[in-house]
Every structure is written in structure tokens, then in C-alpha cells.
């Protein structure tokens, strides 16, 4: 018996094509709608108001690139860069190391381990505005819990929010608690993920743990690892409520991320225009960082962005 | 011929409800009016003016909105820009001549010809700060100064008669007898005050006053008045605190700090992270403070009766004095609803309503001849609150009126926290102050 | 044997973890001066109720309660009906300019929330919708939290093999059928994950509410813990109460739905 002929004539399939297109737009259509209205419009609008001067209460007035010649001098916007990096220096690699760490611990053979990762999630949960004012309450200089507790061990606590050298530190540490656990939950998936038989492998080789951590462990945690530092870093420019309840940006401008320092600028000092600028500068040094860090790892991981 | 008639009756039908709604704009139907305020001590006093308001005007509603001072004018701006504000707001000088110069306020110099508001009830100055370009912004809403509230049982076991404490003096040289006042109310653990060769400052129990102001309003202001400094060279002039004067008594507001240790530490106080200083005051941690006549019901509320007094401000060395400060009603330019606002307005403004919060002894009113009935009140609840209108009467300097006011905020108070921590030097941060605040 | 030093830091670090928590539960039964007197972790001499109590009369808080609960539900439910539609569409189905568009979405994570907020309060004016909940409602369900929500989703119906839909299909399902009866069942995990991602991070906003809502009526928990905190700066015992009220209810619902966070990470690949 011969084969049956081939019965899908090009028509079909075409026709076939566009009316999976047609069923994802009408998918799409309430999304799409929602994103341009409520996430595209405001951002041309907020780069469109780069270009201007507004201070909220009058007419926006065309100023040209007046604000972005204007940001060289700007020494509290510069100084906000700075602030940006030091605090995502102090943030993420600690919250990464000890995220990694605690996944490992984790994912070994010990008792309560469920119990153990609720625990660690919880700060997750927490909001900021109830936080901020508890954890206010336990770096207050003179009640306490964390000077208290220093002074147990006759330790002289700092000012911790009021000392300028302290603030940001303690900021960080604050994003450090918060996230820490989620982030582990990325790094045990990961773990899990890394088929046991390479471990095997490597103990029938007679490998040390410190080899099958290097040689194994870390090359197959790219794809999380990858994830991690991308979200949390881009979480990380965008900190807001911690800042705001804890210490508004200060003491001296030491705490104002440059996130921070948009909304100061755009609601205390009413430089909308001046602050839309600021903003497009702030999502150029995201993306940029972004596709860095995308690029170095995407050379030796075969994550599937797309 | 008949779609023609059709066609007139359709138009006719359909142009009459707009008509009727075009008119039903302005008269018929009650209207909300919605009044924004920051102060949630005030409320109280807000609602029973409110509801004589209704007695008059029943068929328009107020709503109350109210937002905490550090959020208040964050939303105000905020809405200003999306034009869509409320109808009625408290203002507050600081920001009047920007918002006036920018148009977002509505003038009511011809609303108060209009309907007889006669000027004359409210003290010139007062009246005169609501005005810009010859047009009346506002009508006073109260007034206030700054005294000294202190705890009688503190002075009691210190040994102090409370009779001595409405003639102290200070000095920028060596504190003068208001400084040996607080060191004798700074008191440490084991009972010794910041007299004695035996005092230890890192174990102190009771400091003599708490200072604690994001401007200066309720600190370094005063000392800067009673030494002889305007804080700017003229109304809607530029800053001048870097005036040799100011520097002093900056400088004296920073020893207090760190050179007699009488003040609860900076570390804690520092805004915006330290509380308002009735709250070192009410739980024991500090003698006596400047505070404001606005935080009466603070007091009342956290201190047992009978336990506290006002006192006149202490005298440096031109005089006594205070700043002298004072809100106002204020309508939106852009209110749907401009005539309801404004009977609003000219009610809160008027006797009536004001002798209504006097009587609860809310706040100094706008009002001179109403004066009495809130120093009548408080007197009911046994404090003697002469000491603010004696300060109002001694030098005063007017909370400064300028288009900068955001940027000297913001400077003041990052400077001066490091000169409070002794981090900078005076004469610098008040220069640093006055190059930021002046630049635009 | 040689765990024991692990262990001993794993349980420091859980007590760090919910150090805060159990500190402000600890206060919040507390009288303002015990805790004024008390070592923070000292438990109460005498345990009392009434600063939730007070908390409660002095303040609306029962309306704020209810705001949020309506705010936070209404966007998990138009974060996960939208956003699985969109998510499917980008996974499985074939039609132009899909990778842009999904890059599009991506892109927009960078942008922070603080920088859209006056564009989006003028937006919001201009459909009237100020002040109200929907306006509440609506730029977070399609504009804040949407494109993570597409995001996850999507990722997570890449990893679910094409065969069983093409098998679905031979039997003659349509797109819309194989969705509701084949991928969603397999997803209640990411589904689950994404609830509760939305929930807390309406839950947690300050931010847009504190520009788009003025009344009391429609004032949320946070712009009322916010305002209790600038009215009591050092009333901590009433502080405490409320922010124990306010963080309790995420702590319940992340109880619940715990184990299938965990598990849709794990099965949402990491590969």
C-alpha cells in the first residue's frame, strides 16, 4: 500500500498561524492595554519631562538638556550614585554568600529542615513601613535592643542611625535580613537540580568537598546564580521604603540612593523635571549593569533566556 | 417634514438635561468640600467648628482629610500637579509665597470686601503675611510661639522655685543662669547633677532640657533671636544666618550638646529619626524644652495635672524673644466649588468658630480679642500659659517667608545634625546653609 | 556529632530571622513604660491587651484593614487572570513581534516604581479615577507588579513538555480549552507563587497609595501605620500593636501557601 499523500496543503498551515495569532492577541489584549497605559505612557511621559523644568504647581517649562548638563555639578545627585553602589556593594554579595551558604546547609542531611526554611523566608513578608519603625526602635542609641544587648558585653553601641558612617551599613544589613531567605529558596532549587549521580562520580574519584564545590557545585548553580544577582541587584537600585521609614536619605544625604534622591527631588524640592531626568539616568546605569552581568555569564551557561 | 420635527424634539431633548446640568453646577444639591490638615490634635477642635459650620450651611459637607506633617505637603504637591487638590487646606508660611507665586492659591481680597470681613480683629502682622502682590491669601487661622514647658516635680527635686525660672539669663561665654539651671537638672544615675566634680556623663538618668527641630523652629531659632539675629535680611529676602550674631547662638545651641552635656544627645534627637521633644519630656528623660504653643494638649494628655508649667523664655543677650508663627485657611485656585469654599473659609475666620477652639484650648487664635478665652482654658486645667503671649510681646522674629524655604529645610537640617553630633563647625555649616539655601 | 556546631548556627540565624517579629510581639503586650524600663527581650511583668485595643479605637484601623484586604485580593486576582493569559501566549504560542514584545516587558522591571508615580497619578486623574480603589487597584495589576508576574509564569509553562498540549490538541482541544483544562492544573504551584508574590506586594505598597488616596475611606494599612508612626514617634507600645496587627496577616497567609512556594521555585527551573 503506498503512503497517503500529504494532506497539509500550505493554505491550512498559514491559516492555522494566524488564527494562533489572532487567539494570543485577544490573549494579550487586556495586558497589552493595561502595559501601555499604566507602564508605557509614564515612562515617555517621565522622559519627556527630562527635558523640561516643572515644579509641580505651574506649567512645565522646555528647558532642553539643561538637567542633564546641570547633573555634572549636582554634588547631592553624584553623591547619590556613590550611595547606590555602596550600598549594593554591601548588599548583595552578603546576601548572596549567605543565601548560597544557608541553601547548602539546607540541602544536607539535617533534621527540621522545613522548619528551618520557613524561618528564613519569613523576613521576606515583613513591610517596611511596620519594619522601619521596629527596627528604629532597636537601633535607638538609648533603648535599644541592639545597644541593651552590646552593653551586656560592655560594648559601646553606636548612633547607629544618626551617625552617617553607620546609617548605610545598617541599611544594608536591614535588605540583608529581608532577603536573605528568599533568595535561598532560588539556591536550594538550583541544588536540587544537580543530578546526584556527578556527586558519585566525583567521591568514587576520592574528590575533597571543597573540590565538589568548585568543580561541580558552583558551575551548575550558574543559571540560579544568574537569576539571583540580576533580580536582586535591579531590586536593589530601587530600595525605597526601608530608606524612607528609617532615616528619609539622611543623616547628611548618607542613606539617599539615587532612587531616594528622586523622590526628594521630585517631592521636597519640586524639581519634577530635574528628578524625571535623574530617573532616566537610573534606568540607563540598571540596564547597563543588567547586560553586563547578563553577557558575562550568558558565554558559559546554557540558561534559556528566551 | 417630520424627520425635521423629529429631528428639533431629538435636539431638544438632548440639549435640555445638559442645560439642566450646566446649571445644577452652581446652585441646588449639597457639596462636599474636602479640607485638608496635618495635625491630629487639632481634630477635635476641627469638628466642632464644622458642625456649627453646618448649623449655617447645612447643605455643605465637609470632609477631613487628614496626612501627618512629614507626608502632608508631599501629597499636596502631588496633587497639585495632577490638579486635582483639595478644596480647603491649611497653610503654612513656609510655603505661601511659593504656592501664591505660582498661582495654585485662589484670592479672596475681594470675597472679604465683599461680605464685610473687617481686618482690624486680626494682628497686622499676622493678616500681612498672607498677602502677596496686593491680593489676601488667607485669613489667620491662629498664632503661636515658642516657651518653656518643664516638669515641676524635676524642679522640685532639684531644689529649684519654680519662681526663679521666668528670669533666666544665657550667654554665649559661660551659659549664664539658665545653663546652671539645666545643669542642675541634669541629673546621673547615682544622683549627682552636671555641677558636681562627681557627675557621669555617660550614665545620665535626666538630662535638663531636650532640643529636637528639623528648621529650628522650636530651638536654635530662638537663641538666635534673643541674641540679636534676624534669620534673614528682610521678608522674602535672602538667608543670613552665616551673620556673626546667628553663628553665636548656634554655636551656644551646640554647646549645650557638647560642651555642658545639659541636653538629651543629638544621637537620639536628630531628625528625622527623634521624636518631638515632648517626648523626652513626658517620660522623664529631660526637665524642660522650647516648645511650641501647639503641643499644650500633648502635655495635658502624657503629664499628670498639676506636674507641669510654662515659663517665659529664658533671655540672652539682647533680650527675650521668640519666632512668631501662624497658619492659615487657605482655597485652591482650581476648587469646583469656589464660593462654599469660601464661606467655609470666612467661618473658620470668624469669631464664632474660633472662640469654639479656644475654648478647647486647640491653639492661639487668629483672633486678638479671643486671647483670653484660651489662656482661660488652660488655666481651668491649672497652667498658666502667659508665658507664650509674654515671648509674642518681647523681640519676635516672623517664621521666614521665602520661595526657598524647601532647600534652607532640607540644608538646616543635614548641617546642623552634624554640628549637633560636633562633627562640624558652626560659622562652616551656617555658610553651607546660606550658599544652598540662597542659590536659586 | 560534628553537626552540632551547624546546627547551633543555624539556629542562631533563625532567631535572627525572627528576631523582629517575636521582639515586636513581645512589646506590643507591653505598657509604655515597660517597655521604656524593660530590656526589649524581657517578657512582660504584666501582659496586656489594651494596646491593640487602643489601637483600635483611636484609630480607623478597621477600614484600613479592610482597604487593604479588597486592594490586595482584587490585584491577585487580576495578576493571576492576566497575567497567566499574556504568560501563555508568550510560552506557547506563535505570532509577530512576540520576543520584542516579551523583551518590552522585561525592560520595564528596570524601571523603578518612585519614577512613574506623577505620570501615572495624572494618568489616573485623567480616567477619574483618584481617590478610589479601582484606581488603586488597576496600576498594579497592569502596570507595577505585571511584567514580573509574566515574567515567572511564563517561565514556568516553558518547562512543562509540549506533548501533553499537542496531544490535547490532536484530540481536537482549542488554545482557550487546553489552557483552562491542561496547563493551569499543572501550574497551581506558579500560580500559588504569583498569588502570593502579589499579595504581599500590594500588601507592603506605601508608596502609590500615599499619592493617589487623601480620605480616610480609602486609606490602607500602610499610609496608616505611617501616620501613627508621625503622631506617636515614641508611643512604641502603640506603634508595636499596630505593626504586629499589620505584619500578622502576611505571616498566616505565607503559613499557608509556604510549601507551594518552595516547590514551584524548584520545579520553575533552575536549569
Not at chain 1, 201 to 220: E, H, M, Q, W
Amino acid at each position: 500500500m503506498p503512503n497517503p499523500p500529504d494532506t497539509e496543503p500550505p493554505p491550512r498551515r498559514q491559516g492555522r498561524r494566524s488564527r494562533a495569532a489572532f487567539e494570543a492577541y485577544a490573549m494579550l489584549a487586556p495586558s497589552i492595554l493595561g502595559f501601555a497605559v499604566f507602564l508605557i505612557a509614564p515612562i515617555v511621559i517621565v522622559v519627556v519631562l527630562s527635558f523640561y523644568d516643572w515644579n509641580l504647581l505651574s506649567d512645565p517649562e522646555f528647558i532642553g538638556l539643561e538637567n542633564y548638563r546641570e547633573l555634572a555639578g549636582d554634588e547631592r545627585a553624584l553623591k547619590s550614585i556613590g550611595n547606590t553602589f555602596y550600598y549594593v556593594l554591601l548588599n548583595i554579595p552578603a546576601q548572596t554568600v549567605l543565601a548560597l551558604l544557608l541553601a547548602l546547609a539546607l540541602n544536607s542531611k539535617i533534621k527540621a529542615r522545613n522548619t528551618f526554611r520557613v524561618l528564613y523566608v519569613l523576613p521576606w513578608m515583613a513591610m517596611p513601613v511596620a519594619l522601619g519603625v521596629i527596627w528604629r526602635w532597636v537601633f535607638d542609641p538609648q533603648y535599644g535592643a541592639l545597644n541593651r544587648f552590646l552593653d551586656l558585653f560592655g560594648v559601646d553601641g553606636a548612633a547607629w542611625l544618626t551617625d552617617s558612617s553607620w546609617a548605610m551599613p545598617v541599611i544594608a544589613s536591614v535588605n540583608v535580613w529581608q532577603y536573605t531567605g528568599y533568595t535561598m529558596l532560588f539556591f536550594l532549587a538550583g541544588l536540587q537540580a544537580i543530578p546526584a549521580q556527578l556527586y558519585e562520580a566525583a567521591d568514587v574519584d576520592g574528590a575533597s568537598p571543597l573540590y565538589r564545590f568548585f568543580a561541580i557545585t558552583l558551575p551548575l548553580l550558574r543559571p540560579a546564580m544568574l537569576f539571583v544577582l540580576i533580580t536582586s541587584v535591579i531590586g536593589s537600585f530601587q530600595v525605597f521604603d526601608t530608606i524612607h521609614v528609617m532615616t528619609a536619605g539622611g543623616p547628611a544625604g548618607s542613606t539617599a540612593t539615587l532612587n531616594y534622591q528622586i523622590y526628594l527631588e521630585s517631592f521636597t524640592q519640586r524639581n519634577a523635571g530635574y528628578a524625571s531626568m535623574l530617573a532616566v539616568v537610573l534606568f540607563a546605569i540598571i540596564a547597563l549593569i543588567t547586560l553586563a552581568q547578563a553577557a558575562l555569564f550568558r558565554k558559559r551557561t546554557t540558561y534559556d533566556f528566551s | 417634514m417630520y424627520k425635521t420635527r423629529t429631528a428639533a424634539l431629538a435636539a431638544l431633548a438632548l440639549a435640555l438635561p445638559a442645560a439642566l446640568a450646566a446649571c445644577s453646577g452652581d446652585d441646588g444639591g449639597p457639596v462636599t468640600l474636602r479640607y485638608a490638615f496635618w495635625d491630629d490634635n487639632q481634630r477635635p477642635a476641627l469638628e466642632a467648628m464644622i458642625e456649627a459650620f453646618n448649623e449655617e450651611h447645612p447643605d455643605i459637607e465637609v470632609e477631613l482629610e487628614q496626612n501627618p506633617w512629614e507626608d502632608y505637603w508631599a501629597g499636596l504637591d502631588s496633587r497639585f500637579a495632577a490638579e486635582e487638590a483639595p478644596d480647603v487646606f491649611w497653610n503654612h508660611v513656609s510655603r505661601f509665597p511659593t504656592y501664591a507665586a505660582n498661582g495654585v492659591l485662589l484670592p479672596i481680597t475681594d470675597d472679604i470686601e465683599d461680605d464685610g470681613v473687617d481686618p482690624a480683629i486680626y494682628p497686622e502682622n499676622l493678616y500681612e503675611s498672607w498677602q502677596y502682590e496686593g491680593e489676601q491669601y488667607g485669613l489667620p487661622k491662629d498664632w503661636d510661639s515658642i516657651a518653656l514647658v518643664y516638669r515641676l516635680d524635676a524642679l522640685e527635686a532639684a531644689g529649684i522655685d519654680p519662681a526663679t525660672v521666668n528670669d533666666l539669663e544665657w550667654n554665649p561665654v559661660d551659659g549664664g543662669t539658665y545653663v546652671e539651671f539645666l545643669q542642675k537638672l541634669t541629673v546621673d544615675a547615682n544622683g549627682n547633677n552636671a555641677l558636681s566634680p562627681d557627675f557621669d556623663p555617660e550614665n545620665v538618668v535626666q538630662y535638663g532640657t531636650a532640643m529636637s527641630s528639623n528648621t529650628g523652629q522650636t530651638d536654635w531659632w530662638n537663641y538666635a533671636v534673643q541674641n540679636g539675629c534676624s534669620l534673614q535680611t528682610e521678608p522674602w529676602g535672602d538667608y543670613a544666618i552665616d551673620a556673626p550674631e546667628c553663628v553665636e547662638a548656634i554655636q551656644f545651641t551646640a554647646d549645650l550638646y557638647n560642651k555642658w552635656h545639659v541636653a538629651v544627645p543629638a544621637e537620639s534627637t536628630n531628625q528625622p529619626n527623634g521624636g518631638v521633644p515632648g517626648d523626652y519630656v513626658v517620660p522623664g528623660q529631660a526637665a524642660t524644652t522650647l516648645d511650641g504653643s501647639w503641643m499644650l494638649s500633648f502635655y495635658r494628655d502624657g503629664l499628670e495635672p498639676g506636674s507641669w508649667a510654662v515659663a517665659d523664655n529664658p533671655s540672652g543677650p539682647v533680650g527675650s524673644g521668640t519666632v512668631i508663627n501662624g497658619l492659615s485657611n487657605a482655597i485652591y485656585a482650581g476648587t469646583d466649588h469656589p464660593d462654599e469654599a469660601w464661606e467655609l473659609v470666612k467661618f473658620l475666620g470668624s469669631e464664632e468658630a474660633q472662640s469654639i477652639s479656644t475654648g478647647m484650648g486647640s491653639v492661639w487664635p487668629g483672633i486678638s480679642s479671643l486671647n483670653q478665652g484660651f489662656a482661660d482654658y488652660w488655666a481651668g486645667e491649672g497652667i498658666d500659659v502667659t508665658g507664650f503671649q509674654t515671648a509674642a510681646e518681647g523681640t519676635t522674629t516672623g517664621y521666614p517667608l521665602s520661595m526657598n524655604d524647601a532647600a534652607f529645610g532640607t540644608a538646616a537640617m543635614d548641617e546642623f545634625n552634624q554640628v549637633w553630633l560636633g562633627q562640624k563647625d558652626a560659622q562652616e555649616a551656617a555658610e553651607a546653609v546660606v550658599a544652598i539655601a540662597n542659590a536659586e | 556529632m560534628k553537626k552540632i556546631p551547624l546546627y547551633l548556627v543555624l539556629i542562631m540565624g533563625a532567631l535572627v530571622s525572627v528576631g523582629p517579629y517575636l521582639l515586636t510581639l513581645n512589646a506590643a503586650f507591653k505598657s509604655k513604660q515597660e517597655i521604656l524600663t524593660s530590656e526589649p527581650w524581657a517578657l512582660p511583668a504584666n501582659p496586656i491587651f489594651s494596646n491593640f485595643g487602643e489601637v483600635w479605637s483611636r484609630y480607623d484601623f478597621a477600614t484600613f484593614v479592610v482597604n487593604s484586604v479588597i486592594v490586595a485580593v482584587a490585584v491577585t486576582i487580576g495578576q493571576l487572570v492576566f497575567s497567566t493569559l499574556a504568560a501563555y501566549a508568550f510560552a506557547r504560542l506563535d505570532f509577530p513581534g512576540r520576543d520584542q514584545l516579551f523583551w518590552a516587558y522585561i525592560a520595564t522591571l528596570m524601571v523603578p516604581q518612585i519614577v512613574t508615580l506623577v505620570p501615572t497619578f495624572i494618568i489616573v486623574r485623567e480616567l477619574g479615577l483618584v481617590d478610589t480603589h479601582v484606581g488603586l487597584i488597576m496600576p498594579f495589576v497592569f502596570g507595577f507588579l505585571m511584567p514580573y508576574g509574566v515574567f515567572l509564569v511564563r517561565q514556568y509553562f516553558k518547562t512543562i513538555p509540549s506533548s501533553i498540549e499537542d496531544a490535547a490538541r490532536i484530540d481536537g482541544a482549542g488554545t482557550f480549552t487546553i489552557l483552562w483544562r491542561v496547563m493551569i492544573p499543572m501550574a497551581k504551584p506558579i500560580l500559588g507563587t504569583l498569588a502570593i508574590i502579589s499579595f504581599v506586594n500590594t500588601w507592603n505598597n506605601l508608596l502609590w497609595p500615599l499619592i493617589i488616596t487623601h480620605s480616610e475611606s480609602t486609606r490602607v494599612i500602610t499610609r496608616g501605620i505611617a501616620q501613627m508612626q508621625s503622631q506617636f514617634n515614641q508611643e512604641y507600645h502603640l506603634i508595636l500593636a499596630a505593626s504586629t496587627m499589620a505584619l500578622l496577616p502576611l505571616v498566616a497567609v505565607f503559613l499557608v501557601f509556604q510549601r507551594h512556594i518552595v516547590r514551584s521555585i524548584a520545579l520553575s527551573g533552575m536549569k
